[in-house]
């Protein structure tokens, strides 16, 4: 039988590489993460924090209080093993290639700190689909963008839902990225992540679905469609995939025929379905290089031409709960107001 930690041999899934970004009030999520990690997953770990370089970290003897598994402060050409853990040092960036860590000397007060980025960008471009990603509390908006690397390359995203973080920059920033696949309290993170590795298999074998099975896939939309008035047709495929890849495997379904048949006679499953494909990310500012161009080069030239007493309408579409009009609106308002 097995213990609280421990998996099974034939479970081990050597060959993944999970970057873990954290930064302000990020140790105790850490620790809450590692305290409920098996030791023996195969899986290798790689903890990117933002500390100061002008301070010692103790990061290696704390963390190790929360782990069987040996941890490391990283070394130049190191290469990485399973069932350990290795920690970015205060001075340096890090990326990895060829399963090798490599440090760089970190351009003092260099600002804002993206060494999550980099890292996350180097890890989707080396293990591709093996790699996972983990963005944890902290503050601005590192993560993000190595996170969307991860997902571009096939990896597995995972986030610290932000009602739970210290610090919800970070992790709202990710989740609004609309990259996630899970988004999880640290502590739920380990069990939820190595069930959803054994889900992996079935989510990649949508992607080369037979022609009855897009049939079956087409079907289960229209009952959705039909049941609750959503209609999914144009979403992302990826997206449907892993939430169908969900729902299937929380009903212990391994066959799309099965849990389409399924669906026919469980119109509640058909409404649970509607929610997982539902994904409502947003906050104001979103995507804030957009709305740097819209602020500095939309509205000015939008309002070259305008007299005062001038109407200007602004169409917004999808806005969810409504951030993105509102953040327009205040944009808009700012610039009536200075000019």
């Known amino acids: 039988m097995k213990g609280p930690n421990t998996i099974d041999k034939n479970d081990t899934l050597e060959g993944y590489i999970v970057g873990i970004g954290a930064s302000a ?11 409920n990690m098996p030791s023996d997953t ?16 103790l990061m290696a003897e704390l963390l190790s209080k929360h782990t069987a598994m040996q941890v490391y402060e990283a070394t130049e050409n190191v290469t990485i093993q399973p069932n350990a853990v290795y920690l970015l040092t ?19 007060n260099q600002q804002p700190n ?11 471009d080396d293990k591709q689909e093996k790699a996972i990603g ?76 037979s022609k009855q099975e897009e049939s079956t896939l087409l079907d289960i939309l229209e009952m959705v469609h039909r049941f609750t008035g959503h209609d999914f047709k144009n979403y992302k495929r990826p997206t449907l995939h892993r939430r169908l890849a969900k729902r299937m495997a929380e009903k212990n379904i391994k066959n799309l025929s099965d849990y389409s048949n399924y669906l026919g006679d469980n ?32 509205i000015p030239a939008l309002f070259m031409t305008r007299q005062p007493g001038d109407t ?17 609106a205040m944009l808009i308002d700012e610039y009536i107001q200075t000019n």
């Open 134 to 209: 983990v963005v944890l509390s902290g503050t601005g908006t590192d993560g993000t963008k190595g996170l969307e690397s991860i997902k571009t390359h096939g990896g597995i995203v995972l986030v610290q839902d932000p009602l739970s973080a210290e610090f919800d920059g970070m992790p709202n920033s990710a989740v609004s990225s609309g990259t996630a696949d899970l988004i999880l309290d640290p502590e739920m993170m380990p069990e939820e992540l190595v069930e959803y590795l054994k889900e992996a298999p079935l989510i990649k074998s949508f992607n080369v679905m």
């Open 42 to 57: 195969g899986l290798s770990f790689v903890v990117i924090q933002h500390l100061s370089p002008d301070h010692k970290s």
């Open 25 to 35: 009030g990020g140790l105790e999520a850490i620790n809450a993460f590692f305290d």
């Open 312 to 328: 200007v309408k602004i169409w917004v579409v999808a806005v969810s709960t409504g951030e993105e009009a509102y953040s327009l």
């Open 114 to 124: 993206n060494s999550i980025d980099i890292f996350f960008h180097s890890l989707a």
């Open 267 to 298: 119109t509640e499953e058909v409404k649970l379905l509607c929610r997982e494909f539902l994904i409502n990310v947003t906050r104001f500012f979103r995507d804030e290089d957009a709305f740097d161009v819209i602020r500095l080069q939309v």
């Open 90 to 108: 205060p001075k340096n960036t890090m990326v990895v290639k060829d399963g090798q860590l490599h440090l760089h000397e970190k351009v003092r």
